[in-house]
């Protein structure tokens, strides 16, 4: 999609009070304009609020912050702490950080780039759905009907960077008095003057240039005395004015464009003049500093030198003094070496001589003992022989009188055993008679067992 087919937004519409668009301007061209060989982005933040009644929203001031090459690298930490101190100082004004601008020198077309979309977030997101973004390109001003601006909104701001971007429909309040050509006439004027920096940075004040390679700044009061048009009754003159406005509103918005057109030719032609006075400073002020840092290489390239010296000087002192040392220490040497081998083959024989003495005597008493124990071996081992003998004799004696037992049983369980098969055979044939009876009886009981209900029955 192109920027020029680019969806356009009906939510959230955009009203720019005339004063935060001066300076908006202001911020861009001076960074930004025909007379420049480099033309810088610039970054700065839009104090605005929301219409309760709707989801319009008015920017009533801006706060210049940066330029450069941060612009395009995404927030720096100087970056946004400055949004957090800005958002605190809104807040205590009833207002708030409604959005940012940013520029793009002599770009295509207005556009939102990847890196703008994420810095975007920190003003479009859950709390405030309706930030925008502003992108300036100056060399759009004279080609077109939008003042070199569109403003841009995220698609879907919870997608986040991945999310497409909106135009947003915004509108510029016209000038309603002579405040705004009393402006352009002290802005061209102004941009003669050497060092022509009319409205300053957040981050630039904070961190000011040191004060012998500047100039003393004006105060705002100053620069009003200085080209301030004396105007002793200018009320006739505004009515007069509000009357004309109302009669060619329509064709307001033209005759600003001109005037800006105007302007711009005319600060052109100044500018031109006043960087010819700039380059002839900036190339003495080179010299001036080439000479500085030459005077400067030499001194420190002397006092190096006398550090270099003295250091030489301590350090060959400190050697020449621990040579001797080092020389006697040398000498004795050979003689500590004598006397520490003397000493430890002295102790290393009495240490040889202790030992050997005690394993001696352990040695004997280990003897003794082991001559005891075989001694009391051999006596265990008579004592087992005997034993053995002891228990052989026994064994035989035992198996002899198993022997003699078991004749003894046999001779008398024979006659037992006979005399018992006689008696069981006998007895099954007394028996016999019984077994006739004995079926006879158990069909007694049977018929006997079926008579008695039928004599229960009687009985009832």
């Not at 970056?79 to 957090?84: D, E, F, T, Y």
């Not at 500047?214 to 105007?231: G, N, V």
């Not at 020449?320 to 003689?335: D, F, I, M, W």
Request: aromatic letters at 10%; a negative charge.
């Amino acid at each position: 999609m192109t920027d020029n087919n680019r969806e356009i937004s009906e939510k959230g519409r955009v009203f720019i009070e005339m004063t935060p668009f001066k300076d908006m301007f202001t911020h861009v061209l001076r960074f930004a304009n025909v007379v420049l060989e480099y033309n810088e982005q610039v970054l700065g933040f839009c104090i605005g609020k929301k219409n309760p009644d709707n989801d319009d929203i008015t920017i009533t001031k801006i706060i210049p912050i940066t330029h450069g090459d941060e612009v395009e690298l995404g927030f720096s930490e100087g970056i946004h702490k400055s949004l957090i101190q800005i958002q605190e100082e809104a807040s205590n004004e009833n207002l708030s950080v409604v959005g940012w601008y940013h520029s793009h020198p002599e770009a295509e077309t207005l556009f939102f780039s990847d890196v703008d979309k994420k810095n975007h977030l920190y003003f479009q997101n859950e709390k405030f759905p309706y930030g925008f973004g502003i992108v300036f390109d100056h060399s759009k001003m004279k080609n077109s009907d939008n003042f070199g601006l569109e403003v841009f909104r995220l698609k879907d701001h919870s997608k986040g960077d991945k999310s497409d971007y909106l135009k947003v429909k915004y509108e510029i309040e016209a000038p309603n008095s002579l405040d705004f050509y009393k402006w352009v006439q002290k802005f061209v004027e102004y941009g003669q003057t050497k060092n022509p920096i009319i409205i300053k940075e957040r981050l630039e004040l904070r961190e000011q240039v040191p004060h012998d390679l500047q100039e003393i700044p004006m105060s705002a009061e100053q620069l009003e005395m200085e080209i301030d048009l004396e105007y002793q009754d200018i009320n006739p003159v505004v009515d007069g004015f509000k009357k004309g406005l109302q009669n060619f509103s329509n064709l307001v918005l033209n005759d600003y464009k001109s005037e800006l057109e105007t302007w711009s030719s005319e600060f052109n032609d100044g500018a031109l003049k006043g960087l010819n006075k700039i380059s002839d400073s900036l190339a003495h002020m080179n010299l001036t500093i080439d000479s500085g840092f030459e005077r400067v290489e030499k001194w420190i390239e002397t006092k190096f030198k006398e550090r270099i010296d003295e250091y030489k000087e301590k350090v060959e002192g400190y050697v020449n003094r621990r040579l001797p040392g080092q020389e006697y220490l040398k000498a004795n040497t050979s003689e500590i070496k004598e006397i520490l081998t003397s000493e430890i083959n002295k102790h290393l024989e009495q240490s040889i001589d202790y030992i050997t003495k005690s394993i001696k005597k352990d040695l004997n008493e280990t003897i003794n003992k082991l001559y005891e124990i075989s001694m009391v071996d051999a006596k265990i081992k008579e004592r087992i022989e005997n034993s053995t003998k002891e228990i052989s004799s026994l064994t035989e004696q035992i198996q002899n009188l198993s022997i003699d037992m078991l004749k003894g049983i046999s001779a008398i369980n024979h006659p037992f055993e006979t005399n018992l098969s006689t008696n069981y055979d006998k007895l099954i044939s007394e028996l016999e008679p019984f077994k006739d009876n004995f079926d006879e009886f158990e069909t007694f009981i049977e018929r006997l067992q079926k008579i008695i209900p039928d004599f229960r029955n009687i009985k009832k």
